[in-house]
Structures are given as C-alpha cells and as structure tokens.
C-alpha cells in the first residue's frame, strides 16, 4: 500500500467537511439577508467539493480501499449508510451545478446583487435558484456528515484492500 494514499484520503474527509461547514455558513448568511457573503461562502462550500472530488479520484487511481471488517451484526447497516452515500454523493453533483447556473444567469442579468429584485430576469433565475436548493442543501449535509462518519467506521472497522 502507498502510504500516502491514506494522507490523501485524510485530506479528502477534511475538505468535506469543511465544504459542509461552509454551505452551513451560506444558509446561516442568506437567512440573515447577507447575499454577497452567501455568495463568497457557497463558492467556497463548491471549492471546497471539487478539491474533495479530485482528491478521491487520485486516491482511486492509488488503488487504495479500505474493506469493512466490523460486527457482522452492523455489516448490512454499514452498506445501507455507504450506498446511500454514494447515490446521494452523485446526486449533488448536478443538485449543486444547476443552482449555481441560475445564479450566475441571475447575478449576470443584475450586474449587481443589489439589483436582483428590481431586474426580472435576474428574479426569475433566483426563484429557480430557491426551488433547487431546496434539495441541494439536505443532500449536500448528509453526503458531508455520512462520508465523515463512513471515515470514522473505517478508521476502527476497515482493512485496507490488497490491489
Ligand atoms: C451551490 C451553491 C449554493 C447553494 C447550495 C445556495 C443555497 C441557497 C439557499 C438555501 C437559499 C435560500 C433559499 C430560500 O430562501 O428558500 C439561497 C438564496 C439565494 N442565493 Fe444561493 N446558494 C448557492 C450559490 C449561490 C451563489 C453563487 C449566489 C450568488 C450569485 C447565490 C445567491 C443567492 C441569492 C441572491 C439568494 C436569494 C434569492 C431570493 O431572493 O429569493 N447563491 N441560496
């Protein structure tokens, strides 16, 4: 095994993690009506999820996997949580593109933040914006927390895969 695809893997939960923080932090600047540091914190919450994509790309082309060998009596459960992980973790890709599209379209038809309600243009693509978050920020949240605690189970449960 190379030791630093395990380095690697380390790095990808940690820029998980902070991606989850960071769209935290979004929700909590929108809902106080700060849309510029909306806006910085999403981008870097996006950043921060394609760092994690390129890191755990690398790792896979290193060969480096790890095996569940807890309890069998959680062996089911532990699938159940890494597949849903996994669907959801594709998912996100498109659910956090799209509103990020229609932002752009919107903040482009501004010119300005300021401007978004008063331009009809820019008003129509934050409605759709709105209506896309909706799921993007619940499945981003539990593919964040899930991959994080998939990493803990493995840090006391897992065997790294001979390849
Ligand atoms: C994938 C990244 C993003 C996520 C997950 C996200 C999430 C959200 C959420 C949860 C809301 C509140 C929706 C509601 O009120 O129900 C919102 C609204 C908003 N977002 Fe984002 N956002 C993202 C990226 C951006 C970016 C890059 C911009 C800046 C151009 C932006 C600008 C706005 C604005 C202006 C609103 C208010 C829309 C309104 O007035 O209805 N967002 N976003």
Excluded: C
Aim: proline letters at 4%; charged letters at 10%; zero cysteines.
């Amino acid at each position: 095994m190379l030791p630093n695809a395990a380095v690697i893997n380390q790095a990808a939960v940690f820029t998980i993690v902070l991606s989850g923080l960071a769209l935290l932090a979004g929700v909590y600047f929108i809902r106080s009506g700060n849309r510029e540091s909306h806006m910085r914190a999403m981008l870097s919450a996006s950043a921060l999820a394609t760092l994690f994509l390129v890191l755990y790309l690398t790792r896979l082309a290193l060969g480096y996997e790890k095996a569940y060998a807890g309890p069998a009596e959680w062996k089911l459960g532990y699938y159940a949580l890494l597949i849903s992980h996994i669907v959801l973790a594709a998912a996100n890709l498109p659910l956090a593109v799209i509103p990020l599209g229609y932002a752009y379209k919107g903040l482009k038809a501004a010119g300005n933040l300021a401007n978004v309600d008063s331009n009809p243009v820019a008003r129509a693509a934050f409605d759709a914006h709105r209506k896309w978050v909706r799921w993007t920020v619940p499945v981003w949240l539990y593919v964040a927390v899930t991959g994080w605690v998939i990493y803990l189970i493995l840090g006391r449960w897992g065997e790294v895969m001979p390849h």
